[in-house]
């Protein structure tokens, strides 16, 4: 199952599980719990559920796994031609680091993959 949300302007797809890099949440504190309201797309394995703009009841749970992460070295330089002038300024952008723990879509069938539950069955007879 896999979901796509809506946040800060950016579209994530994610699963459960996973670790996913958003904007900096200054209130943000390493275990507390973010919600994500704005899910565009699910897909249950077998149905999709796609909203309209937004998927109305569903939701995702995440918990915070490091408040403030600092991005790659944007470094910007100016030079104007003899005359003397340069200037050399950077940027690091700050992110917050969240583990998506739990996906509720309302009215969603789950449908696990049939591969993966002949791979469980070839470990238990064999």
């Known amino acids: 199952m896999f979901v796509v949300i809506e946040d800060g302007s950016r579209q994530y797809t994610i699963q459960e599980g996973d670790t996913l890099t958003i904007d900096y949440r200054a209130t943000a504190k390493a275990g507390d719990p973010i919600t994500f ?7 249950g ?7 309209t703009p937004t998927i109305e ?3 995702v749970e995440a918990e915070v796994v490091q408040a403030e ?10 030079f104007r031609r ?12 700050k992110y917050t680091t969240v583990q998506i ?17 002949e791979t469980e069955t070839a470990t ?3």
């Open 37 to 43: 309201e704005s899910v565009l797309l699910a897909n």
């Open 45 to 51: 394995g077998g149905t999709s559920s796609i909203g």
């Open 57 to 59: 009841g569903a939701s």
């Open 69 to 78: 992460v600092k991005g790659e070295k944007l470094e910007i330089q100016k």
């Open 82 to 93: 003899r005359k003397n002038s340069r200037r050399h300024t950077g940027h690091r952008q």
């Open 101 to 117: 723990k739990t996906i509720t879509v309302p009215g969603l069938e789950i449908v696990e993959s049939e591969a993966a539950e």
């Open 124 to 126: 238990a007879e064999g």
